[in-house]
Each structure stands twice: as structure tokens, then as C-alpha cells.
């Protein structure tokens, strides 16, 4: 999918909310995520990432761009069958790579497996590919929605099915969590490239600031005459920590038991 086949078209309206700008500042209004600020002005389009109207075939009408994600997204059509309404329901949903304007799709507890329908995972073949994972039965979808990515329907075991993530990760998911077949839209993503800093501005990035060349006080790399290096084992943030290879994920944490094997490291080329 390329960005030309997108449809030329106004968002919709009732979709789209306004969320106020923090410039990288907390409750207290201190910043708490550095080089923050700025930006185009944008709208955040509410994209139903769970699901709705089971049963019922909905019609993509259009493949949008949104401004807070990186995947295109797709207007889905449905009837209202209720007979106090008129017209259609008219949601956002995550747009799966190969999609096309007119294509139906649908969501249900068993379907036919084929592109944007949505079903339970244990109910999808293996060695299928799906995105918009839920952790969590009906809570919608939280995993894998970036663009070009998707997870593999590894096996079945019991209630659970195991998972192949875009990290190498195998990870055992509740077979009752809805999955939607295919691969997220916009892969060529991964080759874009911020190419000059007014770009960088409009994304609502700040010029970052290199900690050798502050003051002492500022920053641990700081202080020194003329152009040094850092003058220490191991690079560290501003606040004196580890910056790089330290592992934030907690030894104990409950979820493990569902991994069964942790994503392997890339090797440098």
C-alpha cells in the first residue's frame, strides 16, 4: 500500500477529538520527557481497536492517514439495524496492509480467515499472520499495531495460543482474545527519514543537547576544557543512572510464565 491509493477526503468529524498539547510536561507542570514542544497542529482520530458489531459484514469506505500513528487507518461502514436510527455507524479501525476501499470484513467469534476480519484467536489457523492482539479478552486490542508488523499463530495449547511477536518473542496468549488477520498497512514506514530539523519541529520535536557539551553541573558527561570524552566507565542519563544495556523489565514480574521463549538480540553488521 502506498500513500497515492489513499483516500482523498475530509476526516470524519464525529471521530475526531481534540487532545490538548503538554510539551512534555507532567500533572505538576514540570517537564518529565525532555525535547518536547511544538509541532503542527493535529486532531486525534478515535480508532476502535476492539470490537463491534459481531456478526455484521461492515464496508471500508476510505484508507486515511492519521497524524498519531504511524499505520494508516480505514473508515468501516455498517448498517444500523436498530429502528430508532438512520443511516450507518461509521467507526476507525487499524488498516491491514493490501486492503482496499470497498472490501468488506468481518467480526466474529469464528469467520472465514481471510483480510481485516477479526476473530478469536483460538479459532485462527496456524502459521496465520495477525495484528490488533488482545492481552486481555474484551479489552481491545494493545498488541502489535505498528506499521508492517505482525505476529504468528505459532500453535495451539489448551486455552492458550502461542504467539510469534516481531521480536522473535514467543509468548503464550488466551485463545478467547480477538486477533485480526494480516499484516499492518504502511511497511514502507521503516525506510522514512526525518531528512532536516524543520521536520522535526512540525513532529513536535525539540533540539537535543549533547551532555559532553554542558556544564558540569548539568549533566555527568559536562565539564572538562575543550572537546573530551566522557571521562567514565559506562555512559550515564542526567540523573546519574545507567544509559545504555540496563534491563528494565522486572525479574518477577507476573506475566513471564506466558513467555516461553525472550526475543534474541540482533547482531550488530
Known amino acids: 500500500?502506498?500513500?497515492?491509493?489513499?483516500?482523498?477526503?475530509?476526516?470524519?468529524?464525529?471521530?475526531?477529538?481534540?487532545?490538548?498539547?503538554?510539551?512534555?510536561?507532567?500533572?505538576?507542570?514540570?517537564?518529565?520527557?525532555?525535547?518536547?514542544?511544538?509541532?503542527?497542529?493535529?486532531?486525534?482520530?478515535?480508532?476502535?481497536?476492539?470490537?463491534?458489531?459481531?456478526?455484521?459484514?461492515?464496508?471500508?469506505?476510505?484508507?486515511?492517514?492519521?497524524?498519531?500513528?504511524?499505520?494508516?487507518i480505514m473508515l468501516v461502514e455498517y448498517e444500523?439495524?436498530?429502528?430508532?436510527?438512520?443511516?450507518?455507524?461509521?467507526?476507525?479501525?487499524?488498516a491491514p496492509h493490501g486492503i482496499q476501499v470497498g472490501d468488506e470484513i468481518v467480526c466474529d467469534e469464528k469467520t472465514e480467515v481471510r483480510?481485516?476480519?477479526?476473530?478469536?484467536?483460538?479459532?485462527?489457523?496456524?502459521?496465520?499472520?495477525?495484528?490488533?492482539?488482545?492481552?486481555?479478552?474484551?479489552?481491545?486490542?494493545?498488541?502489535v499495531r505498528a506499521a508492517g508488523n505482525s505476529a504468528k499463530v505459532n500453535a495451539h495449547e489448551g486455552k492458550y495460543t502461542q504467539l510469534v511477536f516481531p521480536s522473535s518473542e514467543i509468548r503464550k496468549v488466551l485463545g478467547e482474545s480477538f486477533a485480526s488477520i494480516g499484516i499492518v498497512s504502511n511497511p514502507e514506514f521503516k525506510y522514512a527519514r526525518v531528512k532536516n530539523a524543520g521536520r522535526a519541529r512540525l513532529k513536535g520535536i525539540r533540539p537535543h543537547v549533547r551532555g559532553s557539551a554542558m556544564n558540569a553541573a548539568d549533566h555527568p558527561h559536562g565539564g572538562g576544557e575543550g572537546r573530551t570524552g566522557i571521562g567514565l566507565k559506562y555512559p550515564k542519563t542526567p540523573w546519574g543512572k545507567h544509559a545504555l544495556g540496563v534491563k528494565t523489565r522486572r525479574a518477577k514480574k507476573w506475566t513471564n510464565v506466558f513467555i516461553l521463549e525472550r526475543r534474541k538480540k540482533k547482531k550488530k553488521k
Open 115 to 143: 483480510l481485516g476480519n477479526r476473530m478469536r484467536l483460538k479459532n485462527i489457523t496456524s502459521g496465520e499472520q495477525v495484528y490488533n492482539i488482545e492481552l486481555i479478552p474484551g479489552r481491545g486490542g494493545v498488541l
Open 80 to 94: 444500523d439495524l436498530s429502528a430508532d436510527k438512520a443511516g450507518g455507524l461509521k467507526y476507525y479501525m487499524l
Open 1 to 72: 500500500m502506498v500513500k497515492g491509493i489513499l483516500t482523498k477526503k475530509r476526516p470524519e468529524k464525529r471521530l475526531l477529538v481534540r487532545i490538548a498539547k503538554t510539551g512534555g510536561r507532567g500533572n505538576l507542570g514540570r517537564i518529565t520527557v525532555r525535547h518536547r514542544g511544538g509541532g503542527a497542529r493535529k486532531l486525534y482520530r478515535k480508532v476502535m481497536f476492539g470490537q463491534v458489531k459481531l456478526g455484521q459484514t461492515g464496508r471500508v469506505s476510505s484508507l486515511e492517514y492519521d497524524p498519531g500513528r504511524n499505520a494508516w
